[in-house]
């Protein structure tokens, strides 16, 4: 559907330890795929939960201290977040034992594989890792252990979190989303212009590509 030659430019706000970051990111890319639509991804960094602690919080603690959520509340959520995962495709693993973590080294190292054309490979398989098999994003060699899964080189992975080289760009990224008035996640640009808040669903994405390539 996207007539012109140039593909779709497509900026994604998100954090790792968002659900409906993976959910809506996949709904996305089918709904691309149904309207044949050619498109660029880029990833930038948002942190959810900036001041924890590195060790990060226990999941269902956090709903409640965060949220106000009671026990079923956040079972009710898990419930619905896992139906729309398997819908789009991807397996959540909700346990007593499930955490979140503060993200910051997560966007770190997904800058460094933007550079080696690879930010988008590492992105889905951090959220399998978080996710689906509940690995702890917290831990440096963890990390570097997803990275080389993907291909990338272990020991510059773990060096580039040590010397904490990308820092400030990250830093700086967030602090331009959140200029721009971007307060929760995912969100989506297009073209540089066209902001969309949320996990939409494949008929509202396809809807939106469709009015964008009759522009």
């Known amino acids: 559907m996207q007539h012109s030659d140039k593909p779709l430019q497509i900026d994604i706000v998100s954090d790792i330890v968002c659900p409906w970051c993976v959910i809506g990111y996949r709904q996305l890319v ?104 509940n690995r702890d994003l917290s831990n440096k060699t963890v990390l570097a252990d997803v990275a080389a899964e993907i291909g990338l080189n272990h020991a510059e992975a773990l060096a580039i979190l040590d010397d904490q080289r990308f820092a400030k760009v990250v830093r700086e990224s967030e602090q331009q989303s959140r200029s721009q008035g971007i307060q929760s996640v995912p969100a989506v640009i297009f073209n540089g212009q066209h902001l969309i808040s949320g996990a939409q669903g494949v ?3 396809s809807s939106i590509l469709k009015q964008l390539a009759a522009m």
């Not at 959810?48 to 999941?59: H, I, T, V, W």
């Open 30 to 133: 089918e709904a691309l795929k149904q309207t044949n639509t050619a498109y660029e991804i880029h990833w930038h960094p948002f942190e959810l939960n900036p001041d924890m602690s590195l060790d990060g919080q226990n999941l269902r603690e956090h709903s409640a201290q965060k949220y106000g959520r009671s026990a079923e509340e956040v079972q009710e959520s898990r419930d619905r977040i896992t139906a729309a995962g398997a819908d789009a495709g991807f397996e959540f693993n909700f346990n007593a034992d499930t955490r979140v973590h503060n993200t910051f080294n997560v966007h770190q190292l997904l800058h460094w594989a933007h550079q080696y054309g690879r930010a988008n490979d590492l992105k889905q398989a951090l959220f399998s890792a978080h996710f689906t098999n």
């Open 203 to 205: 008929e509202n994405y």
